[in-house]
Structures are given as structure tokens and as C-alpha cells.
């Protein structure tokens, strides 16, 4: 493998230079752009004689310094870099560049999506375009001047205002854009292209008037609406919760069908994924809705957390991510079934972000070491960040926490900070300490909390004794202890009455004492309040109880799962047995109790396969699959008329109306539609284990009047049915929606997960189809990365054949795209939690990889963390 060098966060220094202004002015062509690039540069060390800017397939045409052409002597180019000699204290640089937009597969800089420009400069694109100090801290005013054909390309965005527009010779145009904040290069944007426009306003508390545009391509402007309203109610909600206003006169939003994240916070003129911005009610699940909600509002409050306050280097990536998906969880949570959005959550964290803190790339969430910054984009950094400023926010309280986001934005607005700026601003805010809390920005893996209890009936005294242990990592062979928020409840199982307590545990070991006439049960991580991992020896009794006597949500879902894994890992152990009472008596409780239709749902679903894995050590993959398929059919047979009776009301429930109408907040009519939708599918995914209930899954596809249920009957039809009923409606969902790129994509997906022998043939199949193609990241993602992530049975193939697809996938893709690439591999590189034997195949499949020539940046990476570990 190549050689690549690293950074590392002990090696900051601050720029040697600063720049004041940007002056761009872009010259549109798919083969031959040119760049332009006027920049004002001062030096802050005195003693540096040297300019160096960053700069990757560029070409360079010219460059003047204070007016006056370089010669050749004054300056060297090279791959990565223009390095200009003998600068002045102050200067003027003038730089022509010449771009390849129309042949830049990576998705990075300024490229081609469909018949549009666009750019995508985080972390390090902007280098593609122009030179620069390609880097977060230095800050600057853009003025950017877009030229293209006005025919083809009427509409000519970039940050800021629009300050002059107007006609260029031989049937071009120009439009003048000034963005008056300081920004990096990294949050720069221009698109160009021929739209459909949907327009709206804002008018902020202060009663500024704020133009809303959301960019489409032509016919999809009807799927931007719900886009346009989640606008609206997060910028509403910022202003009520934060205080924090919008402060440009425009905010526009672009969606692209070819794009390597979610979205991009640009300033004033976010760049979006498509799949985050079009919804209707025929095309768009519940979850699609509420995804691109939560993505708009994510990226709307980056505007604050991320643009005004920006990040000093990329190790502080958390500062503004983790910041930030804080926010866009408490704004679902506020705008739907809070209980629900917060377990959704833990999901995600528990099955992805747990295999990532117990993989070869675990890494704090303050990251200290770098070889290819985009590895770095990461449940690690986004939702495990965020988990830590869940952590500050309990800690601190909703009033302590306002008080700790004024003070960061009072002392830091418009600067590049750290982690640490942030922290101290809600130490200093508080009058708390803080000091030992920062361990959690620095220290990398999962902690494990061991819980033990006594009981004192004669003293009526209960005592609670916690030790944090976090396991060991080659990067970090010692851990230190950390401050853990541990919300626990404390239920009497006499008087019923439950008790609400927050612990804060800042040593490897404390003991906590209460006072108590009975035993208490105790309901740990109360909204799951730190991102742990805990052995506590409960009963299946003292489990139940929190189910039936338990006051907070997750704990009582928690509680349901623990007992399904229990029942699992039992299974698992003892592969003739029968399911014990423990699931029956569980699921029973369940069955009647009065949750609401969403939260029931979450209550029957059996713990994800990735979840399962993390609990567990050096498993073998399909005996587990085996053991969760043999609970589930116990499950379906044991709570037939159940499942039925519940699968008939919610379906009835269902008929009654037109299907999505976009408002998804939790009280809202449609609110609850989307609960019956949600348990709907939950049932069917049961009752289709029992193939008298087959002509059910067709039934509920040929009737449903939204893509909620069609999904979900195509899912348990590609999971459980016989493949002659799945490849029906499969067909028919193709013939319907062969024109609508997203929709075809959950296509793709579900064709990637079915349950057939025949399925690396079928796989083989796809990618040859006219309609995919691995120079779109979402078409890759919805084959590959869906076979990869979702389809586990085939993925584990006993011989290897899956790890061998998806690593010859990866070495195509790396060619094309290497952050897509880098991506993909993540569910090889996590073979230390499965058995020999399949590890050992899972090995094989990256030394394949391995043995290629000029890998990227990006899959060398991973690859040396992962075959280090072997």
C-alpha cells in the first residue's frame, strides 16, 4: 500500500498568513473553467519569507503578485501545493487557475451533478478549485462573480447577497455575490444549473424579512414543500429555544442528485443531497419525512453552530458536528414523540457508532492523529459527539446550558475555536468544574459501567455501588476515568413509587446511599444519559417491573431489550432449546399495555443484528441470525391473535385516510397515522414469518395508499416470502417508479436484501442495468452499501463470497470516489467481533484490497488500522 503522512493535533501552529478578502470570479465551462482569485494576504510571522498554498488538479495559468507577473523563479508548483518566495509584509495575489469539473468523479471542489454546477469544499475541497490556505482558521470576506451561459444555466448562486447581476457578450450572464461574514473556504459554494424555484419567507423575531429559496430540478418543485416547512419551523425553533437569528437577507437550499454526504451548511446557500429535500405523499416514507425535517434543520442550525462559530482545525470537527446534531435531535424531539426520537437515537449509536468505538478506526471524538481528514466524518464525531453534549446539557440543566450557548457565542462569534473554548464557556457560565468532564473529548471507546446493590432491611438503607472501567485500546492501552451523568430511577415495588435521581460518577468506583423502606428496582441511564455500556445483573422480574412500573421510556424499552437479548444469547448457547418464559411473559406485558402505536412498535422490535454483535464476543454470525430468526417465529406463533388484531386495527386505522400530508408533528392527524403505519409494519414483519399470513404482505402493497406500507410489505416480502411473491411486487414497484431516481434507489435496496441463494447473481444483475452506476454515490450506497449493512445473512456467507463482492467493489469505487469507498469498507474492517472463521475471511477480503496499486488516501487509512490489528 502506499505511503501517506499523517497529522497530528500536538502539531498546530497558526497560520503563518491571514487573508483579509476574496475576490473570485468563475468562469463556467464543464472542461475548462477558469478561476480567478484576488486575495488581500497579510503576514502574521514576520519571520516567514514563504507562501504556501494548497492545491490539488489545478492548472495553473497565471499569478501576480501586487500587480506584477511571477517568473518562474519566484514560485514552485508542485502536486499538492504553490509555494510563492520572498512575500512582503502585505500583498495582493492574483491567481488563474484552470479546473476538470465534468471529469471530477470524487464529488470534492467544484464539480459536475447532472446537468449543474456545484461545489463541495468540507473538509479539504476548496484546494480544487483555486490555491488557498486550504484550512478552517483562516477566515475571510467572499465576493464571487458566477459567469456561464445564460441559456443553460439561468441561475447563478453563491454565498451571501446578491449585489449585481447582468448580460456578458456571446449569450452569457454574470451574478455579483458578497457574503459580509468572515468564513473558511470550506463553507464557500457556487451552483449553476436550470431549476425549478420554490419560494417562501421568514420574517425573524427581530421583523427582518428573510427570502427562502429551495432549488429543484425541473418537475420536483411540489416535493420541495415539506422541505420549505421544515425551513420555517427551524428557524422558528432556533429563535425560541436559542435566541439565535437568522443574519443574511436570502437563504437558499440546492438539491443535487450526486453528492458524497447528507447536505452542506455553506453559508447562506446549502448544497443538498436530493434524498434530503424531495418528498411527497406517493414517493416519500414516514422516515423520509422525518429525515430530511431533521437534515434541513441540521444543516439551517450550522448557521450558528458551525458558520459564525467555526472550527480552529479539523481535530475540533465535534465542535460544530456533535454541537450540532445535539440541536437537530432536540428539535425532533420537540417536533414529534420525544420518547421515540431519542430511542431512535440510541439505536443508531448502540448498532454503529458502539462497532466503530470497538474497531481498529476508534478514535476520540477529538480525533489526535489524521492521514485522510474525510475518514473523520464519523458516528464518533457526529452522534457519540453529540452524546457528550447531551451529557453537558444534563449536567448543567436547560437553563444552565442557555447560559453556557450565550457565553460561547458572546465570546467567540465570528472566530475559529476548540472543544475546549466550548467547554470552558459552560464552565464558566455555571461556576462548574468542568476540568475532568474534558476526558471525553480526548479518549477514545465505549465506557462499561459494572452496577452492584444492597439492601439493608433493618437500617432501611439502599445502597448503589458503580465502577467504570474502559477497555484498552492500541492507541490508548491505559484509560482514565471519566464524569458520567448516570440518570437512574428508583422504583418501590410495594408502593409503586418512583423516585428520580441524577448521579454524577467522577471515579473509577463510588457508592451511592438511599433511604428505603423496600428493596428498590433500578432503572439506569434514565434517557440514556451517558453513551455506556453497563453490566448489571437484573431478573427477569426486576426487568418486568420497570416495564410495568417504570416512569421513563427508555428505560422501559431498554428494559424489553434486554430481555429479548437475553432470550437470544440463550438461544444462541443452547441451539435445540426452546425460547424460555421470560420472552412470553415480556411480550405479553407488552401486548397490554397501553403504549401509543409508535412506541408499541419499538417495544415488539427484536435488537438489530448490529446490536446484538456488540454485546456479544467473537460470535459466530449466522448461528446468531439463526437464533434471532428461531425468536422472532416463536414470537409470531406465541402472539398470533395479538399481531393480528393489532396488524387489523392499525390497518383500519389506516383506510380512513389519503395517506401522508407531510405534517408529521406528533399531535397532528397525520402524526398518528404515521404511529399505524409504524406498528402496521412492525406486525407484518411477525405475521409474515407464518406463510398463512403471505397473501397479506401482497395485500397490504396492492392497498396501500402511501410508500410508508408499500415498503414495508415489500420488506417483510424480501425478508420472509416466498421469492416468487417478492419478485412480483418487486416488478410492479418498478414498473411504477422506473422514472423516479429516488424512489428506484429504495429499489435497488431491496433488491440488495433479499433473502435468496441466488443473490450475488442477482447483485451481478443490478450493477449492469443502464440505471446504476458507481459515479453516483447514492445508487452505489443503495446496492452495495445496502448488501453491505443490511443484508447480514448473505453478507457473512459462510465462504467468504460476500466479504469478496464488497471488496471488489471497493477497489472499482476507490478509483472513482474514495470517500464512498472509504465508507463502504467499514463493515469489513470490524471482523475482530465475529469468530475465526469468518474473520479470517473478512482478513482475506482487505488483503485483496490491499494488494492493489495506488489506493487512496482514504481506503490506506483504514486499511493499515485494520490489517495492524490482525
Known amino acids: 500500500m502506499s505511503e501517506f503522512t499523517a497529522k497530528y493535533l500536538a502539531d498546530y501552529l497558526p497560520s503563518d498568513f491571514t487573508i483579509d478578502t476574496v475576490n473570485l470570479t468563475v468562469e463556467l465551462d464543464d472542461h475548462h473553467t477558469r478561476v480567478t482569485n484576488t486575495l488581500a494576504v497579510k503576514k502574521e510571522n514576520l519571520e516567514q519569507s514563504q507562501l504556501i498554498l494548497d492545491g490539488e488538479h489545478l492548472k495553473l495559468v497565471s499569478a501576480k503578485l501586487n500587480g506584477e507577473q511571477l517568473t518562474s523563479d519566484a514560485f514552485e508548483q508542485t502536486e499538492h501545493q504553490l509555494t510563492i518566495f520572498n512575500v512582503p509584509d502585505e500583498f495582493t495575489l492574483e491567481l488563474v487557475t484552470e479546473i476538470d469539473p465534468a471529469n471530477n468523479t470524487a464529488l470534492e471542489g467544484l464539480y459536475k451533478s447532472g446537468g449543474a454546477f456545484c461545489t463541495q469544499c468540507e473538509a479539504e475541497g476548496f484546494r480544487r478549485i483555486t490555491y488557498y490556505l486550504d484550512r478552517p ?81 425541473r418537475g420536483n418543485k411540489h416535493k420541495a414543500v415539506h422541505a420549505m416547512d421544515s425551513l420555517k419551523r ?33 453559508k447562506g446557500l446549502n448544497v443538498f443531497n436530493s434524498k434530503y429535500v424531495l418528498a411527497d405523499k ?54 414529534h414523540s420525544s420518547a421515540v426520537t431519542r430511542i431512535q437515537n440510541v439505536k443508531l449509536l448502540r448498532a454503529q457508532q458502539f462497532a466503530e468505538d470497538a474497531g481498529p478506526m476508534s478514535h476520540p471524538i477529538r480525533p489526535e492523529k489524521v492521514m485522510e481528514m474525510n475518514n473523520f466524518y464519523t458516528l464518533t464525531v457526529y452522534e457519540k459527539g453529540s452524546e457528550v453534549i447531551r451529557m453537558l446539557h444534563t449536567l448543567l440543566g436547560q437553563q444552565g446550558f442557555r447560559q453556557g450557548m450565550d457565553l460561547y457565542f ?8 476548540t472543544c475546549d473554548d466550548f467547554v470552558d464557556a459552560m464552565a464558566d457560565a455555571n461556576g462548574k468544574d468542568l476540568s475532568l468532564f474534558k476526558r471525553w473529548y480526548s ?102 417491573s420497570i416495564i410495568e412500573l417504570g416512569d421513563n421510556s427508555f428505560c422501559i424499552w431498554d428494559a424489553g431489550q434486554k430481555i429479548m437479548a437475553q432470550e437470544v444469547t440463550f438461544l444462541l448457547a443452547n441451539q435445540n432449546a426452546k425460547p424460555s418464559e ?58 398470533e391473535e395479538n399481531l393480528i ?87 410492479q414497484f418498478e414498473q411504477t417508479w422506473l422514472e423516479d431516481t429516488l424512489v428506484m ?11 435468496v441463494d441466488t443473490i450475488f447473481e442477482r447483485l451481478e444483475q443490478l450493477m449492469a442495468r443502464d440505471d446504476f452506476a458507481l459515479t453516483n454515490p447514492n445508487r452505489a450506497r443503495s446496492l452495495i452499501g445496502a448488501f453491505a449493512m443490511q443484508n447480514a445473512r448473505y453478507f457473512h456467507d459462510a465462504q467468504g463470497k460476500g466479504y469478496q463482492f464488497l471488496a471488489e467493489q471497493i477497489i472499482a469505487m476507490d478509483k472513482i470516489n474514495p470517500q464512498v469507498a472509504s465508507r463502504l469498507i467499514t463493515p469489513l474492517i470490524q471482523f475482530k467481533a465475529f469468530d475465526e472463521h469468518h474473520s479470517e475471511l473478512m482478513v482475506k477480503a482487505l488483503e485483496l484490497i490491499a494488494a492493489q496499486p495506488e489506493l487512496s488516501r482514504d481506503i490506506t487509512e483504514k486499511l493499515n488500522a485494520a490489517l495492524l490489528q490482525h
Open 582 to 639: 421470560s420472552i412470553t411473559r415480556m411480550m405479553a406485558a407488552v401486548m397490554k399495555a397501553d403504549y401509543d402505536d409508535e412506541f408499541k412498535a419499538l417495544m415488539l422490535t427484536l435488537p438489530s443484528f448490529e446490536e446484538l454483535v456488540s454485546g456479544l464476543n467473537k460470535v459466530n454470525p449466522q448461528q446468531l441470525l439463526d437464533a434471532v430468526e428461531q425468536l422472532k417465529l416463536f414470537i409470531a406463533q406465541q402472539f
Open 745 to 755: 434507489d429504495k429499489w435497488f435496496s431491496l433488491q440488495a436484501n433479499m433473502q
Open 645 to 731: 388484531g393489532l396488524y387489523q386495527t392499525s390497518e383500519q386505522l389506516l383506510q380512513k385516510t389519503d395517506g401522508n400530508t407531510g405534517d408529521h408533528t406528533n399531535d397532528s392527524a397525520e402524526g398518528k397515522q404515521v404511529a399505524a403505519r409504524s406498528l402496521a409494519n412492525t406486525c407484518l414483519s411477525y405475521l409474515s414469518m407464518l406463510p398463512k399470513y403471505h397473501h397479506i404482505i401482497e395485500q397490504q402493497f396492492t392497498q396501500a395508499k402511501e410508500m410508508t406500507s408499500k415498503l414495508g410489505a415489500l420488506q417483510s416480502a424480501v425478508r420472509h416470502a416466498p421469492l416468487e411473491v417478492g419478485d412480483k411486487i418487486l416488478s
Open 137 to 217: 482558521d483562516v477566515m475571510a470576506i467572499f465576493t464571487t462573480k458566477v459567469i456561464a451561459d445564460k441559456a443553460t444555466y439561468p441561475y447563478l448562486l453563491a454565498n451571501g447577497n446578491p449585489v449585481e447581476r447582468g448580460e456578458l457578450a456571446n449569450g452569457k450572464h454574470f451574478v455579483t455575490w458578497h457574503d459580509p461574514f468572515r468564513k473558511p473556504c470550506y463553507l464557500f459554494a457556487l451552483v449553476a444549473g436550470d431549476f425549478d424555484l420554490l419560494k417562501d419567507e421568514f420574517v425573524t423575531q427581530s421583523g427582518r424579512s428573510v427570502a427562502l429559496e429551495i432549488f429543484v430540478d
Open 282 to 335: 406517493d414517493s416519500a416514507t414516514d422516515t423520509d419525512f422525518f429525515n430530511i425535517e431533521a437534515v434541513i434543520a441540521h444543516e439551517y442550525f450550522h448557521n450558528w453552530t458551525g458558520n459564525r462559530v467555526t472550527c480552529r482545525d479539523w481535530f475540533q470537527l465535534s465542535l460544530k458536528e456533535g454541537l450540532t446534531v445535539f440541536r437537530d435531535q432536540q428539535f425532533s424531539a420537540d417536533m
Open 410 to 417: 458572546k465570546r467567540f462569534d465570528g472566530m475559529a475555536v
Open 443 to 544: 479518549q477514545s471507546g465505549t465506557p462499561e459501567l459494572t452496577v452492584t446493590q444492597q439492601f439493608d432491611a433493618e437500617l432501611n438503607k439502599f445502597k448503589l455501588t458503580i465502577v467504570q472501567h474502559t477497555p484498552p485500546s492500541e492507541a490508548q492501552p491505559e484509560k482514565r476515568h471519566l464524569h458520567i451523568p448516570i440518570n437512574i430511577e428508583l422504583i418501590d415495588p410495594v408502593t409503586q413509587q418512583v423516585t428520580n435521581q441524577l448521579l454524577e460518577l467522577t471515579d473509577v468506583q463510588q457508592t451511592w446511599q438511599f433511604d428505603a423502606s423496600n428493596q428498590p428496582i433500578v432503572a439506569l441511564l434514565g434517557d440514556f444519559s451517558a453513551p455506556v455500556k453497563t453490566h448489571f445483573e437484573q431478573s427477569v422480574e426486576e426487568l418486568l
Open 234 to 266: 427551524s428557524m422558528a425553533w432556533d429563535e425560541q429555544v436559542f435566541g439565535l437569528e437568522y443574519d443574511l437577507d436570502i437563504y437558499m437550499i440546492v438539491a443535487v442528485d450526486f453528492f458524497n454526504m447528507g447536505a452542506m451548511e455553506n
